[in-house]
């Protein structure tokens, strides 16, 4: 079965059953075609990721089935991240669900379809956030590129750099976050993107090195690892 948001579980929390085996799409890349005249063939050209969606044909059982459909609307169109418990080292990010109209079965048993609209790719499930202290190497374990968060600890103004991206940052106070995912520079929750300057920073599967300023005291790092 399937986990919502790391502990709404389908089977105990909201009474539903996998009706059929599960439907997934895999992390698929967006391309362009490009006709040249006169050239043989077309020019591809890469735009991006294209979302994942995955398919749950699911039953509810239960004494007030629709009650219990309620329940699952609730829980299925405003949960953030879905898990199986076949797969429990990912976790896949929602963006969006879709659920089909409910069909009573029986008085005690109704079905219905969804489908997740996620991110692209799957999510490494129990990773701990990177802590360094002075420049030295990580290692990203996924398959394809990170976007990790960087919350910067220091003063004035510093830098750090991996991967070839250098970020300056000009710190008033205490630390900077700088999210990859999102692009954007922040101190808490207020936008700091005037304080940055440089590309927000992914990276690459395999081993990194990280170099630190001097004025950085420490960098943490929500690594984000994730496979195609």
């Not at 089935?65 to 309620?70: H, I, L, Q, T």
């Not at 000009?170 to 999102?182: E, F, G, Q, Y």
């Amino acid at each position: 079965m399937f986990t919502l948001d790391g502990t709404i579980q389908a089977r105990r929390d909201l009474n539903l059953h996998l009706a059929s085996p599960i439907k997934m799409s895999p992390a698929s890349r967006v391309v362009e075609q490009i006709v040249v005249p006169g050239r043989e063939g077309t020019l591809t050209r890469e735009q991006g990721w294209a979302d994942r969606l995955i398919t749950l044909d699911l039953i509810i059982r239960s004494q007030d089935v629709m009650g219990a459909w309620r329940k699952a609307i609730t829980a299925l169109t405003s949960a953030k991240q879905l898990a199986f418990r076949h797969d429990t080292g990912v976790f896949y990010q929602i963006k969006s669900a879709t659920l089909s109209e409910l069909t009573r079965v029986s008085p005690m048993m109704g079905q219905f379809q969804t489908t997740l609209t996620c991110d692209p790719f799957a999510y490494l499930a129990g990773v701990e956030n990177i802590v360094l202290t002075k420049s030295g190497n990580i290692t990203n374990p996924g398959n394809v590129l990170a976007r990790p968060v960087f919350t910067v600890y220091g003063s004035g103004r510093v830098f750090f750099e991996t991967n070839g991206y250098r970020v300056d940052l000009k710190i008033d106070s205490d630390h900077l976050t700088v999210d990859s995912s999102l692009m954007e520079c922040r101190k808490d929750q207020v936008a700091q993107n005037s304080s940055m300057t440089g590309p927000f920073p992914t990276i690459r599967p395999g081993k990194s090195h990280v170099q630190l300023d001097p004025g950085v005291s420490q960098l943490v790092i929500e690594p984000r690892w994730r496979n195609q």
